[in-house]
């Protein structure tokens, strides 16, 4: 399941990567003018210019305390039409993968001794606390009966967007999950579990009643006119749903760093030693509460997930 996510995260980012390398060239010129009206904002007064927003755009290159590492240009792995090229989010992501993988094999192994009657460590009772928590007050409390099918898909997304949330708080980190591409590519992955588990439920003939209902006890021309003028309604509503998910977890997470940011970024603008305390105290204020903000995303996302599936398997 980690390893299938990781993939298709991949997959989905690399053309919207392609696409941006594309537009950026076709809008070089333009990028050159907004930088130059931007200057006279962003001057330090020192000849030097404040630029923050690399450390939230995905890029092709990691700044690290060892140096700068470069990744192959745009095209380099190619997959047929796709673009494989790794970029700073697409290494997170896998190092979020990564992480899982060093959290929860051992745990399994744990577990594994648990069942024989073994003594099993601390740390394993940490995260099975944690996964029982989202399986048993996130998964079975809004999917309901059958929702133990669906507990290892969300608890992997809750984890996985976790990870990745938590690395871009660590010093020459970057959050993945505040790149559009990879969290449209988590809500593309939530819609499909949701409409294939809700069609695999009610059959053809009741998920075709969630996108054309007929309301029952009226007058069937009353009822079929409603139904039909309805749809569009309730088939966008499809739709909007992930959209919303990818939106929710993207703005949050680039908000909380622009923020950051910016009000370390008054130290420099400022240019003086005794304007550091504020901008300092704030920034540790907004850290905490990134770290919050990277928890509760996390649980919102996965969360809404087995609302969305509890929903469509559970109409009544």
Not at 137 to 160: C, D, R, W, Y
Not at 263 to 280: D, R
């Amino acid at each position: 399941m980690i390893a299938s996510i990781a993939i298709l995260l991949s997959l989905f980012a690399a053309p919207f990567q392609a696409a941006h390398g594309q537009a950026d060239t076709v809008r070089q010129p333009v990028a050159h003018q907004v930088e130059a009206a931007a200057a006279e904002h962003l001057d330090t007064g020192h000849g030097d210019k404040l630029d923050f927003m690399h450390h939230i755009l995905d890029s092709r290159e990691w700044e690290t305390p060892l140096g700068v590492i470069h990744f192959p240009e745009a095209g380099s792995w190619m997959v047929g039409p796709i673009d494989m090229t790794p970029t700073k989010h697409v290494l997170f992501m896998v190092i979020a993968a990564a992480l899982m993988l060093l959290v929860f094999l051992p745990a399994a192994a744990m577990a594994g001794r648990a069942e024989k009657g073994l003594p099993r460590k601390r740390r394993h009772n940490a995260v099975e606390a944690a996964v029982l928590f989202i399986r048993d007050q996130v998964v079975m409390s809004n999917v309901g009966h059958g929702g133990e099918k669906f507990a290892p898909f969300v608890i992997t997304l809750f984890f996985f967007i976790l990870f990745a949330n938590l690395l871009g708080l660590v010093p020459w980190g970057a959050t993945a999950t505040a790149n559009i591409s990879v969290t449209a590519a988590l809500a593309v992955l939530s819609f499909l579990v949701v409409e294939i588990g809700g069609y695999r439920a009610l059959g053809a003939k009741g998920y075709m009643g969630t996108i054309f209902f007929v309301p029952k006890g009226m007058h069937p021309v009353g009822a079929w006119t409603m139904a039909i003028l309805l749809a569009p309604v309730e088939l966008f509503g499809k739709f909007t749903k992930p959209t919303a998910l990818a939106l929710r977890l993207m703005a949050n997470m680039t908000a909380g760093h622009i923020v950051l940011l910016a009000i370390i970024s008054l130290i420099f603008v400022f240019g003086s030693y005794f304007v550091v305390a504020a901008p300092v105290l704030m920034g540790v204020a907004i850290f905490f509460l990134e770290i919050f903000v990277a928890c509760l995303q996390a649980y919102i996302f996965a969360m809404l997930t087995s609302v969305f599936i509890g929903l469509i398997r559970h109409a009544h």
